[in-house]
């Protein structure tokens, strides 16, 4: 540009010129901010912004190269803690450097001196994409702390472990303290079994009244109950294979002294011994979802959609006949559904009426339900309720910095065909379930050798 550059030397005589003026620096400052200020401000602070323009550019990009060819390493990184909050501090530095960037921008054309007819546009077009800038900046500063804190809350486990025979084993536990029980008790109980390589699945699942069951070798609970647990009493009004995780939080914590250190609960440690001895396998993490927090998150989404296959009353007791006691008591119409949080954890506890098996299927059904519901565009709307109900939800031990590699795994598996295992009559009775049988079922669907029976 020259002495005589109508952008940096213009005629403000003439509001034609300085019309079209304004229109350039506006425009400029929002394709590349800095620019304005290159041509008709201060070539300093234009510099410097410019500059720091491209390096966003550059940052961006080599974001979207990692994601495109390594997705884990980019979901690694977009969830450690220093790497969120570098995240919210440029976010911050650049919002702010905007609105410096647009309101010098403002001061340079000098809207006085541009044509009546367009000094509105003009000045709505640059406070228009300041608010929308700094809208989004303070958003994803939100989104960045938000996510922060909920990963750190939920993903606070430290060892990393590696897969055995092949496989990544995930305990899955719902956890129900409802007002009837002591404590909590996991009322659904499975195994997610996941080969490292390729991300195939298998779903085990494990009923919750399942009796005597065996602790593995080395286990606390085993010098406890060594003929399995429960043959000779228990601590607890029930022995059940979902009592083990009450008594041992109640009574026995001191058993696992390490647990929490570890990311854990003293209750979570015995259930993976118990399962450990029913499977036969090493369970590597577990993951507990309280089925109370489940309202929450599930209004947070907006409610659930579900296939009701029975009519189903929201009672504790019915009649030989299955109807409730209670004349008033309300009931869960069958056919698809929208339901709130309140209607689908009703629908999870419901026993009146129904079997045990039913119910673990209806918790399933939920789960699925709420996975599903997890759509980039869901999360997003409603991301601050969301993450805040997902931290009061779930526990486990899964440590933050392999969720890049399971999140791949996952992708994986989403696009097979997932297998299922359910260790129910006819199959298995609970009432006097043959382990031996069961680990040569387990082993066949997971492809592996059969373990010997602990005891």
């Not at 501090?89 to 009546?116: K, P, S």
Request: with cysteine; glycine share 8%; aromatic share 8%.
């Amino acid at each position: 540009m020259t002495s005589t550059s109508p952008v940096r030397y213009p005629d403000t005589r003439d509001p034609s010129v300085m019309t079209r003026r304004a229109w350039v620096l506006v425009v400029l400052n929002l394709l590349l901010p800095g620019s304005a200020q290159l041509l008709a401000g201060s070539r300093r602070l234009g510099r410097f912004a410019v500059g720091t323009t491209f390096v966003l550019w550059a940052l961006v990009a080599i974001g979207l190269l990692v994601y495109t060819l390594a997705r884990p390493v980019f979901i690694t990184i977009a969830t450690n803690y220093f790497s969120l909050w570098l995240a919210q501090a440029a976010i911050l530095f650049y919002a702010a450097l905007w609105v410096v960037l647009t309101l010098d921008t403002l001061r340079l054309i000098r809207l006085v001196r541009v044509g009546e007819r367009a000094r509105a546009a003009v000045a709505g077009l640059a406070i228009v994409a300041l608010v929308a800038v700094g809208g989004t900046a303070a958003y994803g500063v939100m989104v960045a702390g938000v996510t922060r804190d909920t990963v750190g809350e939920v993903f606070a486990g430290q060892t990393v472990v590696p897969p055995v025979d092949g496989r990544y084993n995930f305990m899955l536990l719902g956890g129900d303290a409802g007002a009837d029980r002591e404590g909590l008790r996991p009322d659904s109980i499975s195994v997610v079994s996941v080969e490292a390589d390729t991300g195939k699945a298998t779903i085990i699942g494990i009923p919750r009244n399942l009796l005597y069951v065996p602790f593995v070798a080395g286990s606390p609970m085993l010098a406890e109950y060594p003929h399995g647990y429960g043959t000779d009493g228990c601590d607890v009004d029930v022995c059940l294979i979902n009592s083990i995780y009450t008594e041992v939080e109640l009574y026995h914590p001191e058993l696992y002294p390490d647990a929490e250190k570890n990311g854990s609960q003293p209750g979570i440690e015995a259930m993976r011994d118990a399962v450990e001895g029913v499977l036969g396998i090493t369970i590597q993490y577990y993951v507990l979802i309280d089925m109370q927090g489940f309202a929450d998150l599930i209004d947070a989404l907006g409610g659930i959609t579900i296939d009701v296959a029975d009519r189903l009353p929201v009672t504790d007791e019915v009649d030989e006949n299955g109807q409730p006691y209670d004349p008033n008591a309300s009931w869960i119409e069958p056919g698809v559904q929208l339901m709130n949080g309140g209607v689908a954890l009703a629908y999870a506890r419901i026993r009146a009426g129904t079997t045990d098996y039913a119910r673990m299927e209806r918790q399933r059904q939920v789960q699925e339900a709420i996975i599903q519901q997890f759509e980039p565009a869901n999360i997003l709307s409603k991301f601050q309720s969301v993450a805040k109900a997902g931290a009061q939800v779930v526990s486990t031990d899964i440590p933050q910095s392999v969720l890049g590699q399971f999140v791949d795994l996952a992708g994986k598996s989403r696009g097979q065909d997932i297998a299922t295992l359910e260790l129910v009559p006819p199959n298995v009775d609970p009432d006097n379930p043959d382990f031996a049988y069961i680990l040569e079922l387990v082993a066949s669907q997971l492809v592996i050798a059969t373990p010997e029976p602990t005891n």
